[in-house]
């Protein structure tokens, strides 16, 4: 209940815990502001440090890729297959999953031959030059955590997520 003062000629109405309640509401606002802010540009909703992904060993098969995609736009996932023993072609293989939640839009290079199988589908590519990579672009098509596995024959598969916002 407010109550009404009177100082000299002038009343006043103060309620000491309702305004106490209201600076604390202001703080906890704006801390939390000031969080959202710092996440946006460390890149949790874009293109930032945290954005960044690298799974795999740089001396051996590895993938550069963004952990953060929102749905409908591209994701671009940079491949790195080990160093070549041989001329022979690279085989690279993506689970089912990735098909599942989203749609392969290109490869860079182009594929010679795809296989599909039960739980994964086979990109075959020529040869490649040593340091040379593929260049998969996925479009997410429904938002949420977004999990699967790469992995180039003869190595072990890397193990991918992303989150993906609508």
Not at 21 to 34: D, F, H, I
Not at 125 to 150: D, H, K, Q, Y
């Amino acid at each position: 209940m407010v109550e009404i003062k009177r100082t000299g000629d002038l009343e006043t109405s103060e309620d000491l815990a309702f305004e106490r309640t209201t600076r604390r509401v202001r703080s906890v606002g704006r801390a939390l502001l000031y969080v959202f802010v710092l996440l946006a540009a460390a890149g949790l909703f874009g293109d930032g440090p945290l954005s960044h992904a690298l799974a795999g060993d740089e001396s051996g098969f590895f993938v550069r890729y963004e952990r953060f995609a929102r749905v409908d736009g591209m994701i671009r996932f940079e491949i790195h297959p080990r160093a070549p023993s041989a001329a022979a072609p690279r085989r690279i293989f993506a689970s089912e999953a990735l098909f599942e939640h989203g749609h392969v839009e290109r490869f860079v290079p182009e594929p010679s031959s795809v296989e599909i199988a039960a739980d994964r589908s086979i990109f075959t590519f020529p040869r490649m030059e040593a340091g040379g990579l593929v260049v998969l672009v996925v479009r997410p098509l429904r938002p949420g955590l977004l999990r699967f596995s790469l992995g180039e024959e003869g190595s072990p598969a890397l193990d991918l997520s992303l989150f993906v916002y609508p």
